[in-house]
């Protein structure tokens, strides 16, 4: 028998805090439920249990060693993530054991990573070990977001809703990613073969009319003879490799000042002020952390572990910061509406729905509420990004190409008028 400290509500709804003594998880929640109350929260207390259970689980961790992974590079796709989840919430939903239901995936699945992590957690499962323990042990496939949603649905006895409710989360926050970044992709490739079209002809037109130029003994127009340096530059003096890995340059600056909390929150308030990009960051980064509070919050996770949670899994500084702030604000007893505001990271219209959710009690509907409208307000402020770079970039193109038009024309038509006077002449 083991002993577990529990916080729960009573039928007043006020919090209760106390331990209990039961031999699982499972059987402590059945326990808690028969004294009238509604667990919130479950935890083991350690160095409770009997030396005859500390011996059994020794043995199991023999019986059960975690399963090596097969060599990858990165996690487990997310579409394969996504379709898992649902088709072990549609098992737990027809009321198969959590043991037999990942055992059906894994012979399910194609070989691969995902396979070997299912089979791992399939092991611990049936060496005594809760779910969401076993997940935590395979971050590659559930971050810590994933890891705290299983463990609420197993304290509220609702997992098969969890899982659903995961996938869905996962689904949308994947869709969202999915517009943001095919937004870049248009302009990215133009650019791309734009820069390699104009380094071809400056390094291998332009120094053919740059000689045609020379034989002439042709005085060169300013703007010339910056078109035609520029080319000495591209072709003599490595100027194509600096053209060539000047974004690998940047890309590495940037991943190494990004690597410390105050070079991340600068990099992400840089991004957020640029227009229009940094709306688009700006409402993605809104609609993921209320989604995801949303579903902590609806999953029955504390709200204090909801907000640290969401943090984490932010995936911007800046609203990361603000978060903590919030967090702090409601530990000393605040709401979350006031201290959302006083950050200042937020539209009013968010902090009005937060409001109003506290008052009325459905604060994790309105927070997916808040996140539906900002998915919509994303793909708007996408529409017109692309509307307005595609005439931008024909602009640019042609200021480019018509300055070298020019620049190789002028001494051109000199050369013309100069030859044509020879001949009237004679």
């Given amino acids: 028998m083991a002993i577990f400290s529990f916080e729960a509500m009573n039928s007043s709804g006020q ?75 549609t098992l737990q939903d027809a009321g198969l054991p959590i043991l037999r239901s990942l055992q059906i995936l894994e012979s399910q699945q194609k070989p691969g990573l995902l396979k070997a992590i299912i089979g791992g ?51 949308k926050a994947a869709k969202l990613k999915k517009k943001v970044i095919g937004a870049m992709i248009y302009p990215i490739v133009v650019i791309t073969i734009a820069v390699g079209i104009v380094s071809m002809i400056m390094i291998f037109v332009i120094p053919k009319f740059a000689e045609i130029f020379r034989d002439f003994n042709l005085k060169l127009p300013t703007v010339t003879q910056i078109l035609v340096d520029f080319s000495h530059w591209m072709a003599n003096e490595y100027g194509w490799a600096w053209v060539l890995f000047s974004p690998l340059i940047l890309y590495v600056i940037w991943k190494l000042v ?84 006083a950050t200042k990271v937020c539209d009013a219209i968010v902090v009005n729905m937060v409001d109003v959710g506290e008052e009325t009690g459905d604060l994790d509907k309105m927070l997916i509420k808040i996140a539906d409208n900002y998915d919509n307000d994303v793909d708007v402020l996408v529409g017109s990004l692309i509307s307005i770079l595609e005439p931008v970039m024909v602009v640019v193109l042609g200021v480019i190409v018509g300055f070298i038009v020019i620049a190789l024309f002028m001494p051109m038509v000199s050369l013309i008028q100069g030859m044509s006077g020879g001949q009237n002449k004679k």
């Fill in 15 to 89: 919090e209760v805090r106390d331990e209990i003594e039961a031999s699982s998880s499972e059987e402590a929640i059945q326990k808690i439920r028969q004294k009238g109350y509604f667990p919130t929260k479950v935890k083991e207390k350690a160095g409770k249990k009997t030396v005859k259970k500390s011996r059994q689980e020794e043995e199991i961790q023999t019986l059960t060693p975690k399963r090596k992974l097969p060599f990858s590079i990165g996690g487990v796709p997310r579409k394969q993530l996504v379709t898992f989840t649902r088709q072990l919430s």
């Fill in 258 to 341: 990004r690597m410390s909390n105050g070079g991340r929150y600068y990099t992400d308030m840089m991004l957020i002020n640029i227009p229009i990009i940094g709306q688009i960051i700006s409402k993605s980064a809104i609609a993921r952390f209320t989604r995801t509070l949303g579903t902590l919050i609806s999953a029955g996770v504390p709200i204090l572990d909801a907000i640290n949670i969401t943090k984490e899994t932010s995936g911007n500084e800046v609203y990361a910061r603000a978060l903590a702030k919030v967090h702090d604000a409601i530990r000393e007893g605040e709401s979350m509406a006031d201290p959302l505001r």
């Fill in 121 to 171: 957690v399939a092991d611990e499962v049936e060496g005594g070990g809760s779910l969401s323990e076993a997940m935590a042990s395979y971050p590659k496939a559930f971050d810590k977001l994933y890891v705290n949603m299983i463990h609420a649905g197993e304290m509220g006895g609702v997992l098969d809703i969890i899982l659903s409710r995961l996938a869905d989360f996962m689904e």
